[in-house]
C-alpha cells in the first residue's frame, strides 16, 4: 500500500509565503512524476504544478515566478514552495503522484489536501 501525506498548509496574509510538503510511503519501488493540484470552493480541481523524476518541472501559468516545486528523492517527498501569495491561491492543495510498485504497476495516488488560506 502507499500514502501521500501532505503538510505545511495554513493561514497567511497576501504576500506571504508557505511551503507546502508531500511524503510519500509504502510499497514503492519508483516514484515518477510527483505534481501539486488545489481546489477552490466551487471549482474544479486544477493542476499547479508537477516535476519528473528528471527533475523537469511544469507550472500552471497563474503560478509561474511565484511558486516552485522540488523533490528529496531519497525522501520520496516533493516540496512546493509558495510565495507572494494571493487571496486567489485559496484552495485545497493535493499532492499527487505516480508510483511503481511492488506488483510492478503504475498507479496514480492522492494525498488527503491541506487547506491552504489567503487573507487579503
Known amino acids: 500500500q502507499v500514502q501521500l501525506v501532505e503538510s505545511g498548509g495554513g493561514l497567511v496574509q497576501a504576500g506571504g509565503s508557505l511551503r507546502l510538503s508531500c511524503a510519500a510511503s509504502?510499497?514503492?519501488?519508483?516514484?515518477?512524476?510527483m505534481g501539486w493540484y488545489r481546489q477552490a470552493p466551487g471549482k474544479q480541481r486544477e493542476p499547479v504544478a508537477d516535476?519528473?523524476?528528471?527533475?523537469?518541472?511544469n507550472y500552471a501559468d497563474s503560478v509561474k515566478g511565484r511558486f516552485t516545486i522540488s523533490r528529496d528523492s531519497a525522501k520520496n517527498t516533493a516540496y512546493l514552495q509558495m510565495n507572494s501569495l494571493k487571496p486567489e491561491d485559496t484552495a485545497v492543495y493535493y499532492c499527487?503522484?505516480?508510483?511503481?510498485?511492488?506488483?510492478?504497476?503504475?498507479?496514480?495516488?492522492w494525498g488527503q489536501g491541506t487547506q491552504v488560506t489567503i487573507r487579503s
Open positions: 499527487n503522484a505516480d508510483i511503481l510498485g511492488f506488483t510492478l504497476r503504475v498507479s496514480q495516488y
Open positions: 509504502g510499497s514503492i519501488l519508483r516514484i515518477n512524476t
Open positions: 516535476i519528473t523524476s528528471a527533475g523537469t518541472t
